[in-house]
Structures are given as C-alpha cells and as structure tokens.
C-alpha cells in the first residue's frame, strides 16, 4: 500500500500538531516515582492532598523500590520523554544517577521554600527531603550492658543474636569500618569483623521487615539500623532501645530528582517546593520519625527527643563519600555476596 | 489430459487458499511473538556481548565473550547453576512421583465429586506465587505454625531452622509446580481405556508389572508433558527462592534480576540470562531425547 498525502490528512495532522503543545500545557499531572507502603501513603497524607491538590495537580504513583525504579530511568535514558516526573531516591542513589548523565540539574530560584533548605541537603541535581542516622538498635531485656557503639555491635561475641540486614550492605560495611578504624572513605577494615560475625553465628535477614520481626520474636538482641526506623518500630510496639554509635553516625538521606526527560518539569518543581513545605515536613517527622531538611519546621520536644538527635551526637553525624560508595558499590555488592554471604 | 490439468489447477487454487487461511490464523501470534519475545531477546544477546565498568556503573559497547567466560570460570556462579539445576531435578522427580498416584485416581474416579477433586487441584493456581510464598512464610517461621506446633507438644525444645534455607525452598516450588504436573498427567490417564489394564492383570501380571509395561508407557506424553512443563518453572522460579529462600540461598532467576537491578549491569545479567535459557533448554532436549529412546526400547 502507497501512502498518501492528501489534503485531508495534511488537515488532521496539522490540526493533531497545533493540539499537542495545548495538551502539554494543561499538563496538571505529576507522575511520582516512590517506594510504595508508609512512605508512598504518607507522601499522599502529608504533602499531596493537602498542598497540591487544591491547586489542581493531579498526582500519579510509580511505586517500586528504587533498583527497579532506577534500572527504568537508564533505560529510558535515549528517550525524548521519559515516564516519570521525579523519583525519591536515596542520596546516594541520586549522585549515582546524575553520574549516570540521567538527572536534570536543579533550577533552586524556582523554589520558594529552598530558602529554608538545610544547606547540605542542597543537591545540585536533587533535593533532601528526610534524614536519619544509622545507629545501633538492642533489646534491653536481652543484653543486660547496652552497646556503646558498633564495635560492640557488630561483635562475634554476640553470635546468632547478632541480625544483620541483607539489603544495607553499605551501610553495614560502613559501619564495620568505622568499627574497626576506617574511615568514611574507606570500608575494608571491617570486612574481616563482618566475616567473624557470620562464622560466629550472625543471622542475616533479606528486609529491614524481616529484621524487625526477628526483633519482635526475640530471635535476636541487636543490630543496626535507621534511628526513624526505630522509632517506627518502638511505635509499633518492640521492645528495643537505641544508641548512637561513638564512632560516628552515618546519615541517611532520602530525597527527591527530576529525570532530564520528565515530561512536567513544572510539576516536579511545584512538587519539590510543596515537599519543603514545614507542615509536610513536621507531618513525615511525627509519623514517619525522620528528621526535617528545612529549618523552619517545629517540631515538639517530646517528638524531637525521639527522633532527633542531641547536640553532642550532631557532632557525630557523618555524611557519606557518595563519590567513594558509587565508584565501589559494585566491588562492595561482590565482596558481600562471594565472601560474606558464602 | 486438460481435465487433469483442469482438475489440479483447482487443487493448487484450493491449497493456496487454504495457505492464506493457515497464514491468517498463523500471523497474529507470530508477529506478536517476533515483537514482543525475538526482538528483545535479540537486544538482551547484543547487550551480553558489552563489557561493562564497575566503578561508573555503565555499559560500554563491544563485542566480547568476557561475560560468559566470567560465569563459567567464576565457581561462586558456576554453584549458582548447579545449584538450581539440583533443586529442579530434585523438584520435577518429586512432582512426578507425588503427582501420579493423585492424578490417576483423579482419571479414575467414577465420583461425582471429581469436578470438585479437579477444581480442588487448579485452586492454588488462582494465588500468585508471592502470595502462596507470603502463606508458606508464616508456617515456616520460627514461631510459626509449623514450630509452635512441634514445640506445643513437646517434640522439639528449639525450633527448627526451615525458613530461608533450601528445604523452604524445595517445599514451596513442589506445592507451585504440582498442579501442573498432576493436570497433565490426569488428562492422558484420562485417555487410557481402563480394559489394558483389566487385560493385563488378567494374564497374571502383577499391580506393579501392569504400571510398568502398560500404564507408565501409555502416560509417556503425559509424564513428558509434565516433566518438561515442570522443570522449565522450576528451573526459572523467582518469588519461592527470593522470598523462602533468604539471603543466602541462590537460584538462577533471583541472581539475573541482582545484576539487572542491584548493580544496573546488563551485559552479565544478559549472559546469565542467556546461560539460563540454554542450559534449560539442553536439559529438557536431552531429558526428552533419553526418555524417548528407552521407552521406544
């Protein structure tokens, strides 16, 4: 068949064409790349319902945890447009991606909020939106002297009481160097200590859930984890206590990037600036016990106690080599699954 | 000599209609097929051929078998794929032999309730495998249904390790590929006029002489149905080995979606695909191959 232009199609076609930009201009959907379950409900709770919906945007869900979230984003790199109007993503996840070349830089003057910003959750090509610390969680039914620290966490000693999470093997490694006099540059002094752990019975669950219930059954005694998981799990009923470890606490940061190719650049900015927004940020602190990223956030005293961290132990908060973790991660993953995990 | 002509050309008319027809029937699943399985398989081999760099995380474009060498000469893989290669062999003969007492009596069964036995049988099937795994989770745990009950009774005073090790694992893929091996086996037992087997007993042959010369040859496509259907699934199982099979216990499938996902690096995830796909294949060819012959014998 010969395919014709006649004077009928070049009229639709033309007429398809002047009502495309139209289209994109009405444009009030976002499409959100999260991790489902509380985070994704609390997204819709906290900033979405209240701050974007009454100005008309139309907010749609991806979830999925970030690896396959990510995997989607490169390979959807090529593409004019992409499918996604911006992801939550770890920091160092979004320092990975914007190695990767896939991550729009952001434009902060769009911002109204970034005024209030904590100036170190000031990615260029993302924004914090959370953060945590990784500190040392113990039942203290089971361990009559408290940890001090993840020297005396990630112990032999503590043997098949000890849980460790498959999934954090960063932070796990992270923490066994800091453990064993490395640094944040530089994990491998504690590679020898994880191996003792494993041979003296440590038991390694495949989520953070997984784990939580092994606390629960009191299959085990102590671990490490997010301080705002903690909280979550305190909240929920489990009997443990937590301790920000001497050697330093390593941060969790969770925020938000725009793929180069959103579709609603206009609407990944109207939803950064609504996730900056204080409410939205004391609501995910008293729900989710993260600590806020911007500076006029109040939260109580009680809640802060809880989920924050002193004076004393901000001194100890270390942000991560992000620059270090991504060049490595691939070394890191195999080291945990042929040498540790063997 | 013009009538035979006559009478031919109405033939060949009639078989090229008939072509059009097969082609027509044909075509739309084939095209769907090329699209949606050949063209990205095509893609996955060329990626497979990439190298890929660890410290960026990317995919470099080449033309190298460096991927395949990797997974052969790496014991830590080469485990990997004897390991799940064990587990389906050991899974499929488990199916068969619990499958074949089951489906016979579900052929045989003169009961009026033998829709219900069938439906019975098809019903774990309505629940994705996640599901079942998640219902297998809380009777494998240590304060499951499974240990609280030993430990209730007093039989056992620590409870038993079966979450997250390989006998979860061997559990969980028989309850999945069951059904499929008793369906295939009922419906050609189904097929097996009931008089050979009268007829053998008849002559003096013993119960197990009749299902070794009668029945077993009689159900051969059946069994190689179920067999082949049996383990190709468990030879690809992910949700069962991810979810029952914990951190340390590795299969094919889960570690294909690691370097896809976890370490974004496709050119290996690509290959290990590919090794998959092949081994699977070579197993199934040649399980088929013996079967055949020995049975012809």
């Not at chain 1, 610390?133 to 098949?160: E, H, I, Q």
Request: aromatic content about 10%; some cysteine; hydrophobic content about 50%.
């Amino acid at each position: 068949m010969v395919f014709m232009i006649n004077r009928r199609n070049a009229l639709g076609g033309a007429a398809a064409l002047a009502a495309f930009p139209a289209a994109a201009q009405d444009n009030k959907r976002i499409v959100v790349g999260t991790w489902g379950g509380d985070y994704s409900r609390l997204l819709a709770k906290n900033i979405e319902t209240p701050l974007l919906a009454p100005k008309g945007w139309d907010v749609v869900k991806d979830e999925a945890n970030d690896p396959p979230r990510r995997a989607k984003m490169l390979a959807e790199k090529s593409l004019r447009r992409g499918t996604s109007d911006i992801q939550g993503l770890s920091a160092a996840n979004m320092f990975e991606m914007n190695e990767q070349g896939v991550l729009e830089q952001i434009d902060y003057s769009k911002l109204a909020n970034a005024k209030n910003l904590i100036p170190a959750m000031k990615y260029p090509y993302g924004v914090g939106h959370i953060y945590s610390g990784k500190v040392v969680l113990y039942n203290p039914k089971l361990m009559s002297t408290p940890p001090t620290g993840f020297a005396d966490t990630l112990d032999p000693k503590n043997g098949d009481k000890l849980g460790i999470i498959d999934i954090q093997y960063q932070y796990t490694l992270l923490a066994a160097g800091l453990a064993s006099g490395g640094s944040m540059s530089n994990v491998d002094p504690g590679k020898e200590r994880l191996v003792a752990c494993k041979k003296a019975g440590a038991r390694i669950y495949p989520s953070n859930e997984a784990f939580a219930q092994a606390l629960k059954t009191e299959e085990i005694a102590c671990g490490i984890m997010w301080k705002a998981r903690a909280v979550q799990w305190q909240n929920a009923g489990i009997a443990i206590e937590t301790v920000a470890p001497k050697e330093g606490v390593p941060m969790y940061v969770s925020g938000f990037a725009m793929p180069k190719n959103a579709p609603n650049k206009a609407g990944a900015y109207a939803y950064l600036d609504a996730m900056m927004e204080a409410s939205a940020q004391e609501g995910f602190a008293i729900d989710m016990g993260y600590n806020p990223t911007v500076t006029n956030a109040q939260v109580k005293p009680d809640v802060q106690k809880r989920i924050g961290f002193t004076d004393e132990e901000k001194q100890r908060l270390r942000d991560l080599d992000y620059g270090y973790m991504a060049k490595n991660d691939a070394a890191f993953q195999d080291w945990w699954n042929k040498s540790f995990k063997a | 000599m013009t009538d035979t002509a006559i009478a031919h050309g109405a033939v060949v008319e009639r078989r090229r209609g008939e072509g059009w027809t097969a082609s027509a029937l044909v075509g739309p699943a084939t095209i769907f097929i090329a699209l949606c399985l050949l063209a990205p398989l095509v893609m996955l081999f060329r990626y497979s051929l990439n190298e890929f760099v660890p410290s960026k995380k990317m995919m470099v474009e080449a033309v190298t078998v460096a991927n395949y060498v990797k997974f052969f000469t790496d014991p830590y893989y080469t485990t990997i794929l004897w390991t799940t290669v064990r587990i389906a062999v050991l899974v499929t003969t488990a199916c068969l032999v619990l499958g074949f007492p089951l489906a016979y009596v579900v052929a045989r069964t003169q009961s009026r309730f033998k829709n219900l036995l069938i439906i019975s049988i098809v019903l774990p099937l309505f629940v994705g495998n996640s599901v079942r795994a998640a219902g297998w989770m809380t009777v494998f745990g240590a304060k499951g249904f499974v240990n609280a009950s030993l430990m209730g009774l007093g039989l056992i005073d620590k409870p038993l390790e079966i979450m997250f090790t390989e006998k979860a694992v061997v559990i969980g893929i028989i309850a999945v590929n069951l059904p499929f091996m008793v369906l295939s086996l009922q419906s050609v037992i189904e097929g097996i006029d009931r008089s050979v087997e009268e007829a053998a007993f008849s002559l003096g042959a013993p119960p197990a002489t009749m299902f070794f010369r009668v029945l077993w040859p009689l159900a051969m496509p059946g069994i190689l149905a179920g067999t082949i259907l049996t383990f190709i699934l468990a030879m690809n199982a992910y949700a069962t080995p991810f979810l029952l099979g914990g951190p340390l216990f590795k299969m094919m499938a889960p570690l294909i979606y690691n370097e896809f996902t976890q370490k974004t690096n496709w050119p290996f995830g690509g290959a290990i695909a590919f090794i998959l796909m092949t081994v699977t294949l070579l197993l199934t060819v040649a399980a088929n191959l013996i079967i055949q012959r020995r049975s012809a014998r």
